[in-house]
């Protein structure tokens, strides 16, 4: 017979039985086998999988000392040299679902196993940790438990041995992973049906929910650019001929730092673009076009800015996701402060 | 304007002495084809493959689809503007080599051309594997410049799907369908009962390399303007386009615009489908605010109730898009979009370049990121090593084996935002 999985639960100080609101300031601790709940998972659970050992935390204690809790929490939950961890069902309560969360994300990205937990929809824990662990939707309070426990159970057994799963099967909060299918009409016709269900008042699903965008304020204007360092950083993939760091020609997956140092304007032997969202022919010509450096001395030397920054970024802006673009832009800014440069002009294609 | 499409079912082609239809069989004059490739100076070689559906054969760098048609009564030819005198299509009769494709390749023009498999993981993702397609190997004259070898590819295409078309002139056709489109009062006045809907058919026109013509014109600089279904299926449009393959509107596509299509299979029963609105997608803001501005008001001119609105490519047109819906909105007038999503390889990222609360019912062809393996095949025409540049690719996406790991962005018309295909996204 193959070797029962090794489960470890997380449970907060009232479903863990050591006490109310009075007890939510305790630290972790852990106990042998199962404490509370735990006894239906096991239950749920039969002969495929083991409790091993209940990790147990306040809630106001790992609220108010989130990055400590999580390390505490983390290191019992080692000790046990778990397969899998379940924490909670938190319901609707927040403190207790943030904790669920955070202690999930840490195991998933520490220890590289599945996790489940269990959420009311409206929980804090959910928006906070629904794209990067499993979450069951529960009820709003522990009432829901009985139809808790074999959803998470089921769900955590699917993960721990590699199975495929589904959120609309298997009863968890999307993650917010787009995931392509064939559908059984052709878009145009799903687009008609949609059209005449919108128009005639009925229930429609849109395929795509508008995401919330983020704005960005801009900063106050730099009062003297006759004493700032200005930079040049482009998402219209102007890089050194021959493209050394093989910067795709759309979904780049890099950005790249190059120097300007004693160049006075870019020519199509010196630079070129590795953009594959437009013809690259004027880009080639004159990389200034893209890339403005010619400009650029020319107001360093009339005095309009103090200093052009002796390096500038590039990356491929074509069909790059926004989640790197997010990633690169933040590197590079932290470079540009640290290198104290005051103004940036971004340019595209 | 009242058009009949004669579909003759073409069930293979093979090379033959003459290029003729007979029993459902497309024969092609290999050399009488190349001869006409040729004709054009910019053209230095030209060859002519047959890619059949099963057959282990792939096709890369794809740039434009076309199916073979030809106009057997009723004024003008196909292709108006391009191959034929610039008359006004759309009514009489069209014969249709139905399961016929023009393909063509050859040396890369852009980064954005695509990927045909006839066979495997890949054949699932283009309506194209399921065509015997008669392709051109064009070869660019040495120092041709991208502008030039983009015009030549795409007429030779042209000139050989309407050389190919003319063989079904005096074939029976299998089915005829017959289209009829009222000039606008009568139509609008024909069912007073329900509501009027209208399609804003968004055409690629960013430019450099991404471009789309209609009658001849340049997309980039047109108004919106209005245009009768039936021009549309006689090839009034067509692409010019290097844009990303998979949503890529190929000339096949606009051809059969399924939109158009599927609207007037209910139209009569639950809208009345008045009008097709052409529009561009430019770059400069000014010419978006135009541009969306001149759609809207040519759509609430006609007095529709709603509208289905399609886009080309991503990113830079994802604004027009939004522009298009937030104004119709704005109006009272209701849409649905079709789109398709760049979400990043993991599915993980925001989707679109805009976004708006108003556009709350979107269609979506697929996540263009999507990572996929193709196996090798026995036959590759064209340039395989095309894989490592063209939009999706990577440097390394073509193994030493010959087969390539990419985003599904290199299938050709895979999220094609038409929404020809069958390919959708849901959350998980």
Redesign the interface.
């Known amino acids: 017979m193959t070797r029962k999985i090794r489960v470890v639960h997380y449970l907060n100080q009232f479903f863990g039985q050591i006490g109310g609101e009075d007890k939510a300031g305790m630290h972790p601790m852990d106990k042998a086998g199962h404490v509370g709940p735990g006894m239906s998972f096991a239950a749920a659970l039969k002969d495929q999988a083991e409790i091993v050992g209940t990790v147990i935390c306040g809630d106001t204690y790992f609220g108010e000392n989130m990055e400590t809790a999580t390390k505490e929490v983390l290191d019992l939950i080692v000790k046990y040299e778990p397969d899998l961890v379940i924490a909670g069902p938190a319901f609707n309560a927040g403190r207790y679902g943030s904790a669920c969360g955070a202690v999930c994300a840490a195991v998933a990205e520490k220890l590289q196993i599945p996790v489940v937990t269990g959420m009311y929809p409206e929980n804090p824990g959910v928006d906070m940790f629904r794209?990067h662990i499993h979450i069951v939707e529960t009820e709003g309070s522990a009432a829901g438990m009985r139809q808790a426990v074999p959803k998470m159970a089921k769900l955590a057994l699917k993960l721990a041995k590699g199975e495929p799963t589904?959120?609309a099967v298997d009863g968890y909060l999307?993650?917010?992973?787009?995931?392509?299918?064939?559908?059984?009409?052709?878009?145009?016709?799903?687009?008609?049906e949609?059209?005449?269900r919108?128009?005639g008042g009925q229930k429609?699903v849109?395929?795509?929910p508008?995401?919330q965008?983020d704005r960005v304020d801009p900063n106050p204007a730099i009062r003297d650019m006759s004493k700032a360092r200005i930079a040049l950083v482009t998402s219209g993939g102007i890089v050194p001929k021959g493209n050394p760091d093989?910067i795709?020609?759309?979904?780049a997956?890099k950005y790249g730092k190059y120097d300007l140092e004693g160049i006075d304007a870019l020519t199509a032997a010196s630079h070129q673009t590795a953009?594959?969202?437009?013809?690259?022919?004027?880009a080639n010509e004159n990389p200034d076009r893209v890339l403005p450096v010619d400009v650029m001395r020319d107001l360093e030397r009339e005095g309009v800015i103090g200093k052009f920054h002796r390096y500038y970024y590039a990356t491929v802006?074509?069909?790059t996701?926004?989640?790197?673009a997010k990633k690169y832009a933040a590197a590079i800014a932290k470079e540009l402060v640290e290198a104290e440069v005051q103004g940036v002009i971004l340019t595209s294609t | 304007m009242r058009l009949e499409l004669g579909k003759i079912r073409i069930k293979d082609v093979q090379f033959g002495p003459e290029t003729c239809v007979r029993d459902g069989v497309l024969y092609v004059d290999r050399a009488a084809v190349e001869r006409m490739v040729l004709e054009d100076d910019r053209i230095a070689g030209a060859g002519v493959e047959l890619a059949r559906p099963g057959e282990e054969i792939r096709i890369i760098p794809v740039k434009d689809v076309i199916e073979p048609r030809v106009k057997v009564a009723g004024p003008g030819g196909v292709f108006p503007g391009m191959v034929s005198k610039v008359d006004t299509v759309g009514e009489g009769r069209t014969h249709v080599l139905a399961g016929v494709a023009v393909v063509t390749t050859g040396r890369i023009v852009g980064f954005q051309e695509g990927i045909i498999d006839m066979t495997g993981p890949g054949a699932e993702y283009t309506p194209f594997s399921r065509l015997n397609n008669v392709v051109l190997v064009c070869e660019p004259v040495a120092g041709l410049p991208q502008h030039e070898h983009e015009a030549a590819i795409r007429m030779a295409g042209l000139k050989v799907a309407a050389y190919l078309g003319e063989a079904g002139r005096d074939v029976e056709p299998d089915e005829v369908d017959v289209h009829e489109c009222l000039p606008l009062l009568e139509q609008a006045a024909a069912y007073p009962g329900l509501p009027k809907v209208v399609y804003v058919y968004m055409l690629q026109s960013q430019g450099l390399l991404h471009d789309t013509y209609v009658y001849g014109v340049d997309v980039k600089r047109i108004l919106p303007t209005l245009i009768y279904p039936t021009e549309v299926m006689d090839g009034a449009i067509v692409s010019g386009n290097c844009v990303s393959a998979c949503d890529k509107n190929t000339t096949y596509h606009h051809q059969n615009s399924p939109v158009i299509h599927d609207l007037l299979a209910r139209h009569g029963r639950d809208f009345n489908f008045i009008g097709v609105v052409i529009t561009n997608e430019n770059v400069t803001l000014a010419d978006k605010e135009r541009s969306s501005n001149y759609t809207t008001k040519l759509v609430e001119m006609l007095g529709a109730d709603g509208a289905i609105v399609s886009e080309e490519g991503f990113g830079n047109p994802d604004a027009d898009l939004i522009m298009n819906c937030t104004k119709l909105e704005k109006k009272g007038i209701r849409t649905v979009l079709v789109t398709d999503e760049y979400a990043g390889q993991d599915g993980a990222s925001q989707s679109l370049a805009d976004a708006n609360p108003l556009a709350d019912a979107v269609v979506t062809a697929g996540n263009a990121n999507e990572v996929i393996s193709l196996p090798p095949m026995k036959k590759v025409i064209g340039h395989p090593e095309a894989a490592n540049v063209i939009a999706g690719g990577w440097d390394g996406s073509l193994a030493g084996d010959g087969s390539i790991t990419a985003e599904i962005q290199v299938i050709t018309g895979c999220t094609n935002e038409l929404g020809f295909s069958y390919l959708t996204v849901r959350e998980i």
Do not use: C, Q
Not at chain 1, 275 to 282: C, E, K, L, N, Q
């Open positions: 794209k589904d959120s999307t993650r917010g992973i787009r995931k392509n299918y064939f559908a059984k009409e052709r878009g145009s016709a799903r687009a008609v949609m059209l005449v919108k128009l429609f849109t395929e795509y508008m995401p965008f093989h795709e020609s759309s979904s997956s953009h594959g969202g437009y013809d690259p022919v004027y802006g074509n069909g996701s926004v989640a790197n």
